[in-house]
């Protein structure tokens, strides 16, 4: 991690620390195992707090009353795929604002992104720090 981001994410929870404020929530949806811990690691060094699911059925049931501030969602998936995971959230009024930034190796990535109203879209491998950039932008509002 650089110096630049480390810093920059000391002063971000410092001040949050101090507004009384906890972590943003963030939800991770994705079936590698690799990108699940290495992101999660990522993030939480960002002073996100992450919650990780598999495919689209683990995230739905991750999902209580509160929405996440934020998720981050693969589109090829076994058992639910985040394109059905997507539509359904969409379709609930008590989740259909909140961002989702899709994460996939699919071809289609930026069409389901217009489908889903996604705040943004990567295709695998991204970059990190672009990443961060799109979650810092899309949970300010």
């Known amino acids: 991690m650089c110096k630049r981001r480390s810093v920059v994410t000391?002063?971000?929870?410092?001040?949050?620390?101090?507004?009384?404020?906890?972590?943003?929530s963030v939800l991770l949806v994705d079936d590698d195992p690799d990108i699940l811990e290495s992101l999660s690691d990522v993030l939480?060094?960002?002073?996100?707090?992450?919650?990780?699911?598999?495919?689209?059925?683990?995230?739905?049931?991750?999902?209580?009353?509160?929405?996440?501030?934020?998720?981050l969602l693969d589109l090829t998936m076994p058992v639910m795929d985040g394109r059905e995971f997507g539509a359904r959230i969409r379709s609930c009024p008590?989740?259909?604002?909140?961002?989702?930034?899709?994460?996939?190796?699919?071809?289609?990535?930026w069409?389901?992104?217009?489908?889903?109203?996604?705040?943004?879209?990567?295709?695998?491998?991204?970059?990190?720090?672009?990443l961060l950039g799109l979650m810092h932008s899309a949970v300010a509002g």
């Open 111 to 130: 069409s389901m992104a217009q489908d889903l109203r996604a705040a943004g879209c990567f295709s695998k491998p991204f970059d990190v720090t672009a």
């Open 44 to 71: 939480n060094e960002e002073g996100f707090a992450v919650q990780v699911a598999q495919n689209g059925r683990e995230a739905l049931e991750l999902l209580g009353a509160e929405p996440p501030a934020l998720i």
């Open 10 to 24: 000391r002063c971000a929870l410092e001040r949050r620390e101090r507004k009384g404020m906890s972590p943003t």
């Open 94 to 109: 008590d989740f259909a604002s909140t961002p989702i930034i899709l994460l996939s190796a699919d071809r289609d990535v």
